[in-house]
């Protein structure tokens, strides 16, 4: 029995083999997204916009920031790569303070 062929596509950077794309993880995390999702969210630049800020208030607590800025810690709770770059802020905040 021959395996079926693996689906690909073109896009304009060349050719990606959708199996790499579509993995388990991927679709875990797009369902947890999707199960999450509210009418009225921030996109990932209206949450970059406002970062310092929140980061500001969370060190200080961040009980505080989540009731001050619902949406963006809705959007930090969804989107990995924000809460990445929370996380490295965070850090960052954290130290300074510290010293």
């Given at each position: 029995m021959t395996q079926p062929k693996r689906a690909s596509a073109t896009f304009p950077?060349?050719?990606?083999?959708?199996?790499?794309?579509?993995t388990a993880d991927n679709v875990t995390m797009l369902m947890h997204i999707l199960a999450h999702t509210e009418e009225?969210?921030?996109s990932c630049a209206e949450t970059f916009a406002?970062?310092?800020?929140?980061?500001?208030t969370a060190v200080k607590n961040?009980?505080?920031?989540?009731?001050?800025m619902p949406l963006v810690k809705h959007h930090?709770?969804?989107?990995p790569d924000c809460?990445?770059?929370?996380?490295?802020?965070?850090?960052?905040?954290?130290?300074d303070y510290s010293s």
């Amino acid at each position: 029995m021959t395996q079926p062929k693996r689906a690909s596509a073109t896009f304009p950077a060349g050719k990606f083999d959708m199996g790499e794309i579509i993995t388990a993880d991927n679709v875990t995390m797009l369902m947890h997204i999707l199960a999450h999702t509210e009418e009225d969210e921030y996109s990932c630049a209206e949450t970059f916009a406002l970062l310092d800020e929140y980061v500001e208030t969370a060190v200080k607590n961040e009980a505080d920031a989540a009731l001050v800025m619902p949406l963006v810690k809705h959007h930090l709770d969804v989107c990995p790569d924000c809460h990445k770059e929370f996380e490295a802020l965070l850090r960052i905040l954290e130290t300074d303070y510290s010293s």
